[in-house]
């Protein structure tokens, strides 16, 4: 059976020209970038120039760019590193209720060590409100952390403008742009932004590899503590296969960003096109246009999102209902309840993330077996939700 993976937003196949150049280092180039001798300084030299290709796509310099072993790690190094560091000058927090777990949980782990978080609502489309958030800062905010494109649903915030208020106010400002990485503009100074996230899995890179870019004099401390690594801020051997996987993952994805960008948005809006039109009360999640290129999440009523991606499966289509994190958790999404869905309906929902490999035969299939699946489970589904509840979406 042929697999049509339509699930990119949870992380995608490591590409051939990463897997070849990450290949010499598992073996051959094994060192250790600490030690004294040539095989250190063989990786050593590898590691300097991963960090320079990344500083290189952020418009940065390598010294501002901090490896990791994840997009989670390097929120959450952002974020405890950050208002740790900075206590003295504040202990007031702000971000937004459909922030990634990564977010909301060090928030969460933060309040209890006596900082104080501000969680701005959104609108139904799951943006946030410059006003609002101008609105939220006090004299004592020192960090403001917003998403730049949600994983869920694909809406993209409008960065630049809201970091422009955080300097405004003299306000540090962080954003997870773990999904923007392969498809948006990455640039930090013309974002604004003084720190961000990336990690690889989600352009065509190896798992377990990330990336904290933390602007020169932004004071921050380790979470992790050990042999002071990555110039004292994350210790730990250097994954040097990893690294240089996800630098060469970036420079391609940002290269071939346009172009791939325009085949998708195409694909995208057929897509959604389609299950709009031939599945009878179904509604689009996030912004209609404002949203990522590879994006496409649904709310199907009357039929449960699990049962979807299951039958799905049985298809050979990859597809998910929303996070690939909280997947196994049976409360529905926080992100849905945050843009307005009760929870009844936020159980409905499905996401398409499509990539590389998406083609319009693909969609064709797709959208066919799930038409002929939704209408069999609506049959036999207890659930008949009065579609009042979706007025003005």
Same mark, same amino acid.
């Given at each position: 059976m042929k697999i049509i993976y339509l699930d990119n937003a949870a992380t995608t196949p490591t590409s051939p020209e990463v897997v070849k150049a990450m290949a010499p280092f598992w073996s051959e180039k094994y060192g250790n970038p600490g030690s004294l001798h040539a095989k250190g300084f063989e990786a050593r030299a590898a590691l300097d120039k991963a960090r320079e290709i990344a500083g290189n796509r952020l418009n940065c310099a390598a010294s501002e760019i901090i490896f990791t072993g994840s997009g989670t790690e390097s929120a959450n190094l952002a974020l405890f590193g950050f208002c740790r560091k900075n206590r003295q000058k504040g202990n007031h927090i702000i971000t937004q209720r459909t922030e990634h777990h990564a977010v909301l949980d060090?928030?969460?782990a %933060?309040?209890?060590?006596?900082?104080?978080?501000?969680y701005l609502d959104v609108d139904k489309h799951g943006l946030v409100c410059k006003e609002q958030l101008e609105r939220a800062i006090r004299k004592e905010t020192i960090l403001i952390t917003i998403m730049y494109a949600n994983n869920e649903i694909g809406t993209v915030q409008d960065i630049r403008g809201l970091a422009e208020t955080a300097r405004k106010h003299n306000v540090v400002f962080h954003t997870d742009a773990c999904q923007a990485g392969g =498809? %948006?503009?990455i640039d930090v100074k013309n974002l604004g932004v003084d720190l961000m996230t990336l990690n690889g899995s989600k352009i065509y890179g190896p798992k377990g590899t990330g990336l904290l870019y933390v602007r020169s004099g932004i004071k921050i401390q380790p979470v992790i503590y050990g042999g002071g690594q990555e110039n004292g801020l994350r210790s730990g051997t250097e994954n040097v296969a990893?690294?240089?996987g996800f630098a060469t993952a970036l420079e391609l994805a940002q290269k071939e960003r346009e172009k791939e960008s325009k085949r998708l948005a195409a694909?995208?809006?057929y897509l959604i096109s389609k299950v709009l039109k031939e599945i009878s009360r179904t509604y689009l999640n996030g912004h209609p246009t404002q949203r990522l290129p590879n994006n496409a999440s649904f709310t199907i009523l009357d039929v449960e999102g699990e049962?979807?991606?299951l039958r799905l499966s049985e298809?050979?289509?990859?597809?998910s209902t929303g996070s690939a994190c909280t997947s196994r958790s049976l409360e529905p999404s926080h992100v849905l309840q945050a843009i307005g869905l009760p929870k009844e309906v936020a159980h409905g929902s499905l996401r398409f993330s499509l990539g590389k490999g998406t083609t319009k035969a693909d969609i064709d299939y797709t959208v066919k077996e799930l038409k002929r699946i939704v209408e069999e489970l609506r049959?036999? =589904?207890p659930i008949k939700i009065n579609e009042s509840v979706m007025k003005g979406r």
């Open positions: 060090s928030c969460a %933060l309040e209890k060590e006596g900082y104080s978080v501000t =498809s %948006l503009d990893g690294v240089v694909l995208r809006d049962s979807m991606i298809k050979g289509i990859c597809a049959k036999i =589904s």
